[in-house]
């Protein structure tokens, strides 16, 4: 009912930026939070942060706050994360998701998005 598609990932140096891209298609009227997250080799899927439908409401995770900074745009159904101060801990395929209903933050947070995109890799080398 929902496809994400994300855009943006690539090859950089540390300290780097680049910015990430989520777009929605589809019910996109039933989606009030999205969220982004990554997952890096041999590791579990690690939450990065969210933002609300009004954009008022942003979270991150301790090890890319600072750094990086959710923003969306309801114009264009699309989410985006964008990545400074890149670091080689930050290599990981990164996702995006997104959820509705009243207990859509709680649900994004724990990583149980209603849709997912396909995920676009991001390195950054030393």
């Known amino acids: 009912q929902v496809q994400l598609v994300e855009s943006g990932g690539g090859l950089v140096q540390s300290g780097g930026s680049l910015r990430l891209s989520c777009a929605a298609s589809g019910r996109t009227f039933s989606i009030y939070a999205m969220g982004w997250f990554r997952q890096a080799p041999g590791k579990e899927r690690e939450f990065v942060g969210y933002?609300?439908?009004?954009?008022?409401?942003?979270n991150y995770a301790d090890s890319v706050k600072g750094r990086f900074i959710i923003s969306r745009d309801n114009a264009k159904n699309t989410v985006y994360l964008q990545m400074n101060s890149l670091k080689p801990e930050d290599t990981a395929v990164y996702y995006c998701a997104a959820t509705g209903g009243v207990d859509r933050l709680v649900r994004l947070v724990r990583g149980e998005g209603d849709y997912w995109g396909q995920g676009t890799q991001v390195t950054v080398s030393s």
């Open positions: 933002i609300s439908w009004s954009g008022s409401i942003t």
